[in-house]
Nanobody, 122 residues
Framework: QVQLAESGGGLVQAGGSLRLSCAAS????????MGWYRQAPGNQRDLVAT???????NVADSVKGRFTISRDGAKTTVYLQMNSLKPEDSAVYYC????????????????WGQGTQVTVSS
């Protein structure tokens, strides 16, 4: 019912930048919250940043001032601009959408993307 297409991961040197994108598609009327989480090997999946349909953001302290989350005008694509990357930012980054409402106003629930690898070399 809902598909998430992630892009933008890759290998970058410390201090560099990457921009992740996640586009939600399907019979979508509204997505309440979109965000990014990350998981490094052996670690739990942690919140990186989220943004509501109203533009309210929640950003992890570890990335504040370096990462910026935003949504497009249609509010079905979320971006994560990552600057001043550090080796400890290396992880698989997962897109998450919460509170998806269909065009016929059904609650479609929450979805995860397949993940995109970000590797920061020192």
């Amino acid at each position: 019912q809902v598909q998430l297409a992630e892009s933008g991961g890759g290998l970058v040197q410390a201090g560099g930048s990457l921009r992740l994108s996640c586009a939600a598609s399907g019979s979508i009327y509204r997505v309440n919250t979109m965000g990014w989480y990350r998981q490094a090997p052996g670690n739990q999946r942690d919140l990186v940043a989220t943004i509501t349909s109203g533009g309210r953001t929640n950003v992890a302290d570890s990335v504040k001032g370096r990462f910026t989350i935003s949504r497009d005008g249609a509010k079905t694509t979320v971006y994560l601009q990552m600057n001043s990357l550090k080796p400890e930012d290396s992880a698989v980054y997962y897109c998450n959408v919460e509170g998806v409402v269909s065009r016929d106003f059904r609650d479609l629930g929450n979805y995860w993307g397949q993940g995109t690898q970000v590797t920061v070399s020192s």
